[in-house]
């Protein structure tokens, strides 16, 4: 049976795992290593051993309907997109407001995790932890690992052919914080995702110029989408989901590559992605497009070496005086204190996790990853479902199949994501899809037929609108009373922050009159032709 609960990691995972476990009943102990919750939204103007880090700029890519946690929305007079002070507070508010605190021990490092003797029996783990120079070891019925993927840089200098002979200076973008030291000079962005595009912008405002590498290009979304609306309001719904499942996939491909496409020709800016379908995360970025139109930055291909002063790249042109290289090639996941990693990376090295969370290998369901995945959803959501999933299966209301469903499950994933995302291995996967098979297995998902003939109005608006977080609290475990009338109220919340001026309405471009008189007019062609 399980009760003692161990937490890696108090950011937004972390604290959602130990709501979730109070929420059942069960004792939670959360480990923390520095004096802060919040994780990879606590800014601190150095880098920290073990710790996510941001730049002092860092705006959320997820509005705030669609990326709070599902029983405590955001205050309706926060914006839309927050920087990450803001978002900082709310998670400190949300630890406050359900009362978290008290079960997080800061300071407090984990070093090994490791299975106890009689784990086939038990499914106990071993729980290793250091805290002012002194070890501790403590017996936990069950583990959840909430410690990120955004810790370990990717730099991966061997794929850069010279890099030992540039003089200039190179980093990973987890160190960069803020651009004044990078004022007047030649800087070489390689990576064409969020945090190259955003360092790239935000030093193009000092340096003497930008140059932004990418090896296969991508899509580039603002943040604000049709009519002004949040992207993500109006891109992630029930019904867009629904319409890519019953499509054929060409048309699925054709559709997109258009919407993606249509404000903007990617292939002005040299931004085309090589896989134009794959549905690979695109760039969310307000300002690049400027930019690049202003040419401060400029949009190069894949490196091919680096010189003593210069840059050569793919297509033969070379770049001479670059001074600073930054490299925006992300992170790789591991977990140092697992004493048998193989346990999460069990099959090539590569992370084999059924729903992205549990080691499908383990006698005993008694370990999770929380937080290993990406997709258009936010991750604050996802995190939540994960953890109620994660706990109905710790207390075996939740059935697992055998090992070998489980592993073609995983393989069936692997092969999905091939398909739409270009890659196996990649952590991406489609929102809706995911967080409706979790919700499913618990009972959380909303049954909008259901709701049709009991509540036609939060129907509507479960199924067209936008696919906000509330939705996986309307029923099952973890209920909250609360969550329709969120859902009801979403767009006024959305408007709120914005809508801060009284202003007349717009004139209509298409006015009733005109609608009715292009509706009937063949009608009264047809009776003038009568008359005469």
Not at 371 to 391: E, F, H, K, M, N
């Amino acid at each position: 049976m399980v009760r003692r609960v161990a937490v890696v990691g108090a950011g937004i995972s972390g604290l959602a795992a130990t709501k979730c476990c109070l929420e059942e009943g069960l004792e939670p102990t959360c480990f923390e290593r520095s004096e802060d919750i919040g994780g990879l939204w606590r800014y601190t103007e150095h880098v920290e051993e073990g710790r996510a880090s941001i730049y002092r700029t860092v705006f959320t890519n997820s509005c705030k309907e669609m990326m709070c946690y599902p029983d405590f929305p955001f205050p309706e007079d926060h914006p839309n997109y927050m920087h990450n002070a803001r978002l900082q507070q709310y998670i400190r508010d949300y630890a406050k407001h359900f009362d978290l605190l008290r079960h997080i021990r800061f300071k407090t490092v984990v070093t090994n995790i490791r299975k106890r003797p009689d784990f086939c029996a038990t499914g106990q783990w071993e729980v290793v932890t250091q805290r002012d120079g002194k070890e501790e070891t403590a017996v936990f019925d069950a583990v959840m690992i909430c410690s990120g993927h955004h810790i370990y840089p990717n730099l991966p200098l061997d794929h850069f052919p010279g890099i030992e002979k540039f003089k200039g200076c190179y980093l990973h973008s987890r160190e960069y914080k803020e651009p004044e030291k990078f004022r007047g000079k030649k800087v070489l962005v390689v990576g064409l995702g969020n945090s190259g595009c955003d360092i790239a912008v935000e030093l193009s405002t000092v340096a003497s110029q930008v140059y932004l590498s990418s090896r296969s290009g991508s899509w580039v979304l603002g943040r604000i989408c049709d009519h002004g609306y949040p992207w993500d309001m109006v891109i992630i719904t029930r019904f867009r989901t629904w319409l890519d499942s019953i499509l054929p996939k060409s048309v699925n491909d054709w559709l997109y590559v258009r919407g993606m496409n249509q404000l903007v020709k990617h292939e002005n800016f040299g931004l085309m992605p090589v896989n134009r379908t794959s549905r690979k995360e695109p760039v969310l970025n307000d300002d690049l497009l400027s930019r690049i139109t202003c040419g401060v930055v400029l949009i190069k291909p894949d490196v091919k070496e680096f010189r003593e002063t210069s840059v050569v790249f793919q297509d033969g042109t070379v770049q001479d005086d670059v001074d600073v290289v930054v490299f925006a090639t992300g992170y790789t996941y591991t977990h140092p204190f697992m004493e048998d990693e193989s346990i999460i990376k069990s099959r090539n090295n590569e992370v084999t996790l059924y729903k992205s969370i549990l080691p499908p290998h383990l006698e005993k369901p008694t370990m999770a990853v929380i937080g290993l995945v990406q997709s258009y959803g936010s991750a604050i959501p996802t995190a939540d479902l994960q953890c109620r999933w994660t706990i109905k299966v710790f207390q075996g209301q939740c059935t697992l199949p055998p090992v070998s469903k489980m592993m073609d499950d995983i393989d069936e994933k692997m092969r999905m994501k091939l398909q739409w995302y270009g890659s196996s291995t990649t952590l991406q996967t489609d929102y809706i899809t995911y967080m409706d098979e979790l919700a499913s297995a618990i009972g959380a998902k909303p049954n909008v037929l259901k709701l049709l003939v009991t509540d036609p109005r939060l129907a509507l608006e479960v199924f067209f609108g936008p696919c906000t977080p509330y939705q996986f609290r309307l029923t099952g475990p973890g209920r909250w009373s609360g969550a329709r009338r969120a859902i009801l109220t979403q767009w006024d919340r959305m408007l709120r922050p914005t809508r801060t001026r009284i202003a007349p309405d717009a004139p209509s471009l298409f006015p009733i009159s005109a609608m009715l008189g292009v509706l009937f007019l063949p009608l009264l062609l047809l009776l003038a032709l009568l008359y005469w």
